[in-house]
């Protein structure tokens, strides 16, 4: 579903999508992707998050054609707290936002294959 910006979203430019076909790992540990744009992903993980600031990489595991690929992503923490974190990354490829636009109408049934 693509995330919808209001409020204190607004201040953002990218598209945010929820995409089942996307689950993470950081430092060995499974995380729950919140939602995930061109550069930005929100997860959430059982117990210590890294601090704002830090630099750190997250395996992303994308559900794709039938297989599963795994994408290692590099960033930084911009927002910590709780079970969450929000991470800026560089985009693995440079086809990632039309991958993710592919997955976003995949998963809502539109299907169709990235231009």
């Not at 601090?51 to 994408?71: F, K």
């Amino acid at each position: 579903m693509v995330g919808v910006q209001s409020g204190g979203e607004q201040r953002r430019s990218e598209v945010r999508y929820d995409l089942r076909s996307i689950t993470a790992d950081f430092r060995h540990r499974a995380c729950d992707v919140m939602d995930i744009s061109e550069h930005g992903l929100r997860l959430a993980i059982a117990g210590d998050v890294p601090p704002t600031g830090a630099e750190i990489e997250v395996s992303l595991n994308v559900q794709l054609m039938g297989r599963t690929a795994r994408m290692v992503v590099h960033g930084n923490v911009v927002r910590a707290g709780g079970d969450q974190f929000a991470l800026h990354y560089n985009a693995p490829s440079s086809t990632w936002p039309k991958i993710l636009k592919f997955l976003d109408r995949k998963e809502r049934g539109a299907g169709g294959a990235p231009n």
